[in-house]
């Protein structure tokens, strides 16, 4: 099993400031950022030392794995806003967003190892999360036409009642017989005589 690499061995708020500083630095100049990183460690009290080819080498992986998450998170927008799911959009765009960063820091992992190939079962699993969370997009939508469905039906039923309510008193003015009466307001409510 490799070493681990001195960039993750980091604490949390340090590799914070760092992928920010590395954003902020337009992926650019590592050399005074490695120097900066090496004085904020030591300020820390961290006794660690990296060097310009390992920050280098994380800035290279973090600024893939920002582009893949921010083209995650356009497609998830993209998809989503398109199936009519404006409101969810957004929680479902973290929960994808959350699932691709899970995809790339394992695929990261695995790459990293000795024989540098990803286990397809693994990835399976990866995927079916995907999946689950696409898929709860599309039973939402699906819950959603159906409401809206049954409201167009209530609204076409009242409609219906209100006709045959003035269908009603039309046919007593007029004086038309039971049977009459009864041919026309099939007629004019669509309902087979």
Do not use: C
């Not at 070493?3 to 902020?24: F, H, Q, S, Y």
């Not at 961290?46 to 893939?64: C, D, M, N, P």
Request: negative net charge; glycine residues 8%.
């Amino acid at each position: 099993m490799p070493r681990p690499r001195k960039i993750n061995m980091m604490p949390g708020e340090v590799r914070d400031w760092l992928n920010e500083t590395l954003r902020d630095s337009g992926w650019s100049g590592y050399e005074k950022i490695a120097d900066d990183l090496n004085a904020k460690l030591q300020e820390e009290g961290i006794e660690l030392q990296i060097g310009k080819s390992a920050v280098h080498e994380y800035g290279q992986e973090y600024r893939e794995f920002v582009k893949y998450q921010e083209q995650a998170s356009q497609w998830a927008e993209s998809w989503m806003t398109e199936a009519g799911l404006e409101e969810e959009a957004q929680r479902h765009n973290v929960l994808f967003q959350m699932l691709t960063t899970l995809a790339f820091k394992f695929m990261q992992q695995e790459m990293a190892k000795e024989n540098g190939e990803i286990d397809p079962r693994e990835l399976h699993f990866i995927g079916k999360m995907m999946k689950d969370v696409m898929a709860s997009s599309g039973i939402r939508e699906k819950l959603m036409d159906d409401e809206r469905g049954r409201i167009a039906r209530m609204a076409r039923e009242e409609a219906q009642a209100e006709m045959a309510g003035r269908l009603d008193e039309a046919v007593s003015e007029a004086g038309l017989s039971p049977e009459r009466a009864e041919n026309i307001r099939n007629r004019v409510l669509g309902l087979r005589t």
